[in-house]
């Protein structure tokens, strides 16, 4: 008998795992979690009360085509149903349409530092992943992509508002890229924050709604999620929002039965529910303006976010700023040597952090 192991993909030697945000240790110093950018609001009641009752037929597959959900977004969005397409949050849909456009020999072009789930399923889609470093402000730039296309490129990532920098790219900059973009090469706008953005529509430097711009552009997709703002990322749904061809294309590609029924009923109450739920996250934008705002006072340089988290480009110091706040009770994200990124979360968190960050910076 033979004793190799099973062969597997060359591509996935080297992938980094995707590392979760540290939970908050039950019983330990830490009590808040501020490093997933999740919502720190439970669910709804109503929102919970479809979930249990969704858990009652466990024993069934889901709908799916996820025609409540899919009817639901048409209205709520304006857009037909056939320019629609779900899946298992918005990480994977992106995997779909990576598995969609790109294989080995193809190019896909993201920024460096964004959402660290690009690197991850790029490799695994066998593609080389073309890298193009923020601006010094830590903001997309979007003229170097434009740059780095080649006639191998088959997908772009803008990730609107960036994780984990909070930054955003305005209009004009926005449009310039995508009127650059050769028609046969997705963009897909990674709109994650969309719901924290907080820029007047029709001011000159607003941050666009991606589903503005996709309705115009054949090659532009959206991809939204109700991890965040609408607080379901534990359910594990996103959306899509696409002209036909890449729509049915994520349809297809889709892993069958992916989005749970108690997920899709979720997604449906609380798109009922969405004043309520916009109402919490108009709360945790006033949060935000204060962590910020505080910062800066206290002497932090902080990119300007349109996110539910900050960005704290501390470099070398990035591991013992964020030993401080573990042991002052709050968990963030280090990325090692880098920076930290740092999620609104419940007020008493929020002032735990700010608290750390003064004393940090005055020990410094
Ligand atoms: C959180 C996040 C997502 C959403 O992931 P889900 O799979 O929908 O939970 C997508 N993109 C970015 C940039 C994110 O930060």
């Known amino acids: 008998m033979s004793e190799t192991s099973p062969k597997l993909r060359a591509v996935l030697d080297g992938?980094?795992?995707?590392?979760p945000g540290k939970p908050a240790a039950a019983g330990g110093p830490v009590a808040y979690k501020l490093s997933s950018n999740e919502n720190p609001y439970p669910p709804l009641p109503g929102v919970l009360e479809e979930v249990i009752a969704a858990a009652g037929s466990l024993n069934r597959y889901p709908d799916m085509a996820c025609t409540g959900l899919m009817n639901e977004?048409?209205?709520r969005f304006g857009v037909p149903v056939s320019h629609l397409a779900t899946g298992t949050g918005s990480v994977g849909i992106a995997q779909s349409l990576l598995q969609a456009t790109s294989g080995p020999g193809d190019e896909v072009i993201y920024a460096w530092r964004s959402f660290e789930a690009y690197p991850i399923i790029t490799r695994i889609s066998g593609a080389?992943?073309?890298?193009v470093p923020l601006t010094d402000?830590?903001?997309?730039?979007?003229?170097?992509?434009?740059?780095a296309i080649t006639e191998r490129t088959r997908l772009i990532f803008v990730c609107n508002p960036n994780n984990p920098t909070g930054t955003a790219v305005r209009r004009a900059e926005l449009e310039r890229f995508l009127d650059r973009v050769p028609s046969d090469v997705l963009v897909v706008l990674d709109e994650a924050y969309r719901e924290f953005v907080r820029s007047v529509p029709g001011e000159e430097d607003d941050v666009p709604d991606g589903i503005e711009l996709y309705r115009s552009r054949p090659n532009v997709a959206v991809l939204r999620t109700f991890s965040k703002a609408y607080g379901l990322a534990g359910l594990r749904v996103g959306f899509a929002v696409a002209h036909e061809p890449v729509a049915a294309a994520l349809r297809k590609t889709a892993v069958p039965f992916g989005v749970?029924?108690?997920a899709q009923d979720a997604a449906v109450a609380s798109?009922?529910?969405?004043?309520?739920?916009?109402?919490?996250v108009g709360s945790l934008v006033c949060a935000r303006k204060r962590v910020y705002e505080t910062l800066v006072k206290q002497g932090w340089t902080v990119p300007d976010t349109q996110a539910n988290f900050v960005w704290l480009r501390l470099g070398e110091r990035t591991a013992d700023f964020a030993a401080a706040c573990e042991k002052a009770g709050v968990v963030v994200r280090p990325f090692a040597g880098e920076g930290l990124r740092i999620t609104i979360g419940e007020a008493e968190a929020n002032d735990i952090l700010l608290h750390t960050a003064e004393a940090f910076l005055k020990e410094l």
């Not at 080389?128 to 890298?131: G, I, K, L, Q």
């Open 128 to 131: 080389t992943a073309v890298e």
């Open 271 to 280: 798109l009922r529910a969405e004043d309520e739920l916009l109402g919490r």
């Open 73 to 75: 977004l048409a209205d």
């Open 15 to 19: 992938i980094p795992t995707y590392k």
């Open 260 to 262: 749970s029924q108690l």
């Open 137 to 147: 402000g830590d903001v997309h730039d979007l003229d170097a992509m434009a740059d």
